[in-house]
């Protein structure tokens, strides 16, 4: 599995989006961030299919950035699919969201997720998580080794 230092978003609401993508901007972090506006986009980026069939499957993200209320197929269902495929199942993923609900924070990670991280209401709290999510995830983060060959996946 080839990582080719990707970040997916998955976000549906625009402004969060946009808040993301200037946080990170502001915050230095130069790597391509794919959005994905629903569950159902960010599957078929994933693993190249539908919109997506002219991507290269070997290339994936880095790290996914996944809110849980989404349309379509939501975060947790978006979560259940990607860890259910051995070429995406030690995949990053932080669960970036504004919910507060204790049962999404036991599902997400019961589900696999890495780290759960409420967004900041305020911009300069959210810039300073951003900044934070980016290097640790990017930068320090080690990801587990890729594959050597299809036998192993």
Do not use: C
Request: glycine share 4%; net charge negative.
């Amino acid at each position: 599995m080839i990582r080719n230092r990707v970040i997916l978003l998955v976000e549906d609401n625009p402004n969060d989006v946009e808040l993301t993508l200037r946080a990170f901007e502001k915050s230095n972090v130069t790597n391509e961030i794919v959005v994905a506006r629903d569950g159902e986009q960010a599957i078929h980026y994933l693993f190249a299919t539908g919109p997506h069939a002219d991507r290269n499957p070997a290339m994936m993200p880095e790290v996914v950035f996944l809110d849980i209320k989404l349309p379509k197929i939501d975060g947790l269902g978006f979560l259940r699919r990607m860890r259910a495929d051995e070429r995406t199942r030690r995949l990053p993923v932080v669960m970036l969201t504004s919910s507060r609900e204790e049962r999404d924070v036991v599902s997400s990670y019961d589900l696999g997720e890495n780290s759960f991280v409420r967004k900041p209401v305020d911009f300069g709290q959210f810039l300073d998580a951003a900044k934070h999510l980016g290097n640790y995830w990017i930068v320090m983060n080690e990801a587990p080794p890729e594959p050597r060959n299809a036998d192993e996946l």
